[in-house]
């Protein structure tokens, strides 16, 4: 029987022309002469150039944040070696207040006498907070 089959294989393997192995179902046809593939296939497309479009976004975002970055730490290396000793040194770095506040108010500030009291493992203490008041300035 396989012999059988050999022979009728190469006689018609011998034959002029080809097979047409494969034959489209009806559904796959249809689907073909609609056009409904090209429609599909430009739709993919579409949506393929919105993506590389937020792909693209996303990669100069990326880009300005870390530009972002590296000027920020620039800036915080250079205030690191900026040393202030003294208040003529923070003007000089960083320039005078615009004004002192409204004419007329005054603050001041109180230490405060609370004395925290000991106990037989821990010595009594005097508070280091300061109250500040604040008021109006008359003459």
């Not at 002469?33 to 100069?60: H, K």
Request: hydrophobic share 35%; net charge positive.
């Amino acid at each position: 029987k396989i012999t059988k089959n050999l022979v009728a294989a190469v006689a018609v393997a011998k034959r002029p022309g080809f097979f047409e192995y494969y034959q489209p179902s009806d559904d796959v046809r249809r689907v073909y002469e609609s056009g409904e593939c090209g429609t599909l296939v430009r739709s993919v497309a579409r949506a393929q150039r919105e993506i590389d479009a937020v792909d693209r976004d996303l990669r100069d975002l990326a880009a300005t944040a870390e530009n972002t970055a590296r000027r920020r730490q620039a800036d915080t290396q250079q205030q690191a070696t900026t040393s202030v000793a003294t208040l003529d040194q923070w003007f000089a770095s960083f320039g005078r207040p615009r004004d002192a506040g409204p004419a007329g108010f005054v603050s001041t500030f109180r230490t405060d006498a609370k004395i925290y009291g000991g106990t037989a493992h821990h010595r009594a203490f005097k508070s280091q907070a300061r109250t500040m008041k604040s008021g109006r300035l008359t003459k």
